[in-house]
C-alpha cells in the first residue's frame, strides 16, 4: 500500500504490461469483446483497452456477451486463482 491508500493490483517490475487479458464471445452475433488491463511498473492501474474482433470493428452500443470467457491469460488471473 501506499500513503494514499491504494493498494498496486501485482507486485512492482521492472517495466509495466498487460496483466490481465480476457475475451468473450458475442452472443447475438459472430465476433468476441477483448479487454486487456495495463500496469505500470509500480503495479499501479495504467489503462484498460477494450476491442470488438481485435479492434477491426467499432464497439456496439449493448455488447451481448457469452456468459464465460472463452480466454483468460496473464499474472493477474494467476494471482486470482491462487487466492
Known amino acids: 500500500m501506499t500513503d494514499t491508500g491504494l493498494k498496486a493490483l501485482i507486485e512492482p517490475r521492472s517495466c509495466g504490461g498487460c496483466v490481465l487479458s480476457i475475451a468473450f464471445n458475442l452472443r447475438d452475433r459472430s ?3 477483448e479487454l486487456d488491463v495495463f500496469v505500470n511498473a509500480y503495479g499501479y492501474l495504467a489503462g484498460i483497452d477494450v476491442a470488438c474482433n481485435a479492434n477491426s470493428e467499432p464497439m456496439p452500443d449493448d455488447p451481448q456477451l457469452l456468459d464465460f470467457p472463452y480466454h483468460i ?3 493477474l488471473a494467476k494471482e486470482s486463482a491462487s487466492e
Request: hydrophobic fraction near 15%; charge should be neutral; charged fraction near 0%.
Open 31 to 33: 465476433g468476441s469483446i
Open 73 to 75: 491469460h496473464g499474472p
